[in-house]
């Protein structure tokens, strides 16, 4: 089953880019519930061997949500929880403890079983 993935996803993303994409945003000029549904199951496709550049118009998408600020919060405060959101998030990580956080934020106190901080 695993094998199949890449070939599943890239078939139904290329679906959704030749018919479903209707303009700058997925149903036209209008944003509607379906762009950020896009976007997040599109931020599956980089971890499921999806080759990203024959979907221009998907792409094009993701970026256009990244530019809004409801989107940006919530990858900031989501993101590092998904492995596949690190290949195109604004913001920089780094690796402290097992946990992604932030650069500019400070890491994470970790405590230990008797309640105590390590």
């Known amino acids: 089953m695993k094998r199949k993935v890449p070939t599943t996803m ?4 290329e679906l959704i880019e030749r018919k479903l994409l209707k303009g700058p945003w997925v149903m036209g000029e209008q944003y509607t519930i379906c762009d950020p549904y ?8 980089e971890g499921d061997g999806v ?4 979907l221009p118009l998907v792409m094009e998408n993701r970026k256009r949500m990244l530019t809004r600020p409801a989107v ?3 990858v900031a ?13 604004p913001f920089s990580y780094q690796t402290h403890g097992g946990c992604l956080v932030r650069k500019e934020q400070k890491p994470p106190t970790r405590s230990r079983r008797d309640g105590r901080r390590a």
Do not use: H, M, V, Y
């Not at 405060?77 to 998030?89: C, D, H, I, V």
């Open 77 to 89: 405060t989501e993101g590092p929880k998904s492995p596949r959101l690190g290949s195109f998030t």
């Open 72 to 74: 940006q919060k919530a």
């Open 10 to 13: 890239t078939e139904c993303f």
């Open 51 to 54: 080759d990203t550049t024959k």
């Open 38 to 45: 896009l976007f997040t199951i599109g931020t599956w496709i």
